[in-house]
Nanobody, 120 residues
């Protein structure tokens, strides 16, 4: 009923920027919190940033001041602008949405993941 489609990952040099996009599609749903998590080799999947429908944001300390999360509710789309990228930011980035579906309830949905590699 709900699918998350991600795009925007790639290879970038240290200090560079990338913009990730994720759109939720389907019928009969409302996306509440949306956000991004990442998983680097040997690490657990960790929060990067989240945003509510009214624009309340939450960031991991490691990305504060460098990353910006935003969303467009009418399109159920969330973005992550990543500036001043560091090699430590290299990871698979996953889009997530906290979704309510009428008659079903509230569940988390995840995208397939998009690779971000920061390297010279």
């Amino acid at each position: 009923q709900v699918q998350l489609g991600e795009s925007g990952g790639g290879l970038v040099q240290p200090g560079g920027s990338l913009r990730l996009s994720c759109a939720a599609s389907g019928t009969g749903f409302t996306a509440y919190n949306m956000g991004w998590y990442r998983q680097a080799p040997g690490n657990e999947r960790a929060l990067v940033a989240t945003i509510s429908r009214v624009g309340t944001t939450n960031y991991a300390d490691s990305v504060k001041g460098r990353f910006t999360i935003s969303r467009v509710n009418v399109n159920d789309t969330v973005f992550l602008r990543m500036n001043s990228l560091k090699p430590e930011d290299t990871a698979v980035y996953f889009c997530t949405a906290d979704v309510f579906i009428k008659g079903m309830g509230r569940n988390d949905y995840w995208g397939q993941g998009t690779q971000v590699t920061v390297s010279s």
